[in-house]
């Protein structure tokens, strides 16, 4: 299977809108280190591809990477959709309100596979619709809402298995609810190779690592490099652990000697200074054996 790597942000993009710190100036100035949201396309040959969330960039990403409609394809109605399915790891804007994309033109019901409490959060009932639900009629015509269960397995293109199981990263209310839903990170497997979608992890405990084991590679939340970054660089006296993400700096220690073809960095703060080539942190990524993705980074698993 052929992964492409759409987006590599966490929930502002880099740069983000307001901010003009050193990371956002430089992007603004060299657009090859511009990034969008996390999200990743999964495909076997090139022809239909899986959806791994869809957040604020999800029309650009499609059209920079081409998985747009083929004239040769369309017939008369001038519409296909690229997209097999879409897989969300949960209800945070960055992965989800690019769902409102599909509420256009010809109705596809492109399956929407979620944790069955963030299916009732973006959806609600037929009598009761949430903001999703009546969005342009988006999940009466367009998507078909699918709650998954943890560890349930669902075959897409008739050959790649998707598995989503619960990890640490949203909010824990007192009822037990998780706000706005539970989190799923994703394997995926194809034939013998398997890979592990995380883009948002508060903790890399047992249940997650014991999941790595064997796997091929492992794209994993580098939301912050420091646990206090956003206090170093933003003054908003907020943690990553806080947040619900293990901060890089710790991540790279604890994978330097787990059983992973590759470990690969997504979701990227634009105050991580790992995006600052000035900076040793890049660096020291590279000498663990680790990775930073970019955005239209093709990893190949055959
Ligand atoms: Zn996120
Ligand atoms: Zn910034
Ligand atoms: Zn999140």
Request: negative net charge.
């Amino acid at each position: 299977m052929e992964i492409t790597v759409l987006g590599t942000a966490s929930i502002g993009g880099v740069p983000e809108w307001d901010c003009t710190c050193p990371n956002c100036a430089a992007a603004r100035m060299n657009h090859d280190l511009r990034r969008t949201r996390s999200s990743i396309a999964v495909t076997v040959d090139g022809d239909k591809h899986i959806l791994f969330d869809a957040g604020h960039d999800v029309k650009v990403q499609l059209e920079q990477h081409e998985l747009t409609p083929r004239p040769k394809a369309v017939g008369e109605t001038f519409r296909e959709s690229r997209l097999d399915s879409v897989f969300l790891t949960h209800g945070h804007a960055d992965h989800t309100v690019g769902l409102a994309e599909f509420c256009t033109g010809k109705s596809f019901e492109i399956p929407v596979y979620a944790p069955p409490d963030l299916i009732d959060f973006l959806f609600g009932t037929d009598d009761e619709p949430n903001y999703f639900g009546d969005l342009g009629r988006l999940s009466k015509n367009y998507v078909l809402p699918v709650k998954l269960n943890e560890d349930k397995a669902v075959i897409r293109l008739g050959e790649v298995e998707v598995i989503g199981f619960e990890v640490p990263h949203t909010q824990v209310m007192e009822s037990g609810r998780r706000y706005p839903s539970t989190t799923y990170a994703y394997e995926i497997n194809h034939k013998d190779k398997r890979l592990i979608y995380a883009p948002d992890l508060g903790q890399l405990n047992e249940k997650v690592l014991s999941r790595l084991k064997g796997a091929d590679v492992f794209l994993m939340d580098a939301t912050f490099w420091w646990d206090d970054e956003l206090n170093r660089v933003s003054g908003i006296p907020v943690t990553s652990y806080q947040l619900g993400h293990v901060p890089q700096e710790e991540a790279v220690e604890l994978l330097k000697d787990v059983d992973v073809g590759r470990v690969v960095y997504t979701h990227f703060n634009h105050t991580n200074p790992v995006l600052n080539p000035s900076e040793p942190y890049g660096e020291k990524v590279k000498e663990m054996g680790q990775e930073i993705a970019h955005d239209g980074m093709k990893i190949l698993l055959d």
